[in-house]
């Protein structure tokens, strides 16, 4: 689990996703390449830390054992609602970061996939 940052810009781009005060030729690194779903960082960081178990935590997050199990083992998405249980119990990260985290996951994924080819719109200005 991250506690601190040595940068203040990467801790505001970690807590609201706002590039301000990142330099712009940073910017670019910051996109990254498969990013974990956010259930690995309750599994793998949060949950050892805390030294419980998924019974447990689903326990304090009052949500049913099934459902945690599902997030951490990434067969289920960090929902909105569940997002905030996990501000509520950890308070930090941010309910925001935990459903930026689901999308950045979400969009790679779904990038990975064959697209058809789409023709973009042709907009006309009006005369």
Do not use: C
């Not at 970061?97 to 006309?124: C, F």
């Amino acid at each position: 689990m991250i506690k601190s940052f040595l940068h203040k810009g990467i801790q505001q781009f970690f807590e609201t996703g706002s590039k301000a005060g990142i330099a712009v030729e940073h910017e670019a690194k910051l996109a990254m390449l498969n990013p974990p779903h956010p259930g690995n960082i309750l599994k793998d960081d949060v949950l050892p830390e805390l030294g419980i178990g998924v019974t447990e935590a689903a326990a304090q997050l009052s949500v049913s054992r099934v459902a945690l199990s599902r997030v951490v083992n990434g067969r289920a998405g960090v929902s909105a609602d569940m997002a905030i249980r996990l501000e509520a119990w950890l308070n930090n990260p941010t309910a925001e970061s935990w459903v930026r985290m689901q999308a950045e996951y979400d969009l790679w994924q779904a990038r990975q996939k064959p697209r058809p080819t789409i023709k973009p719109i042709g907009i006309t200005q009006a005369a």
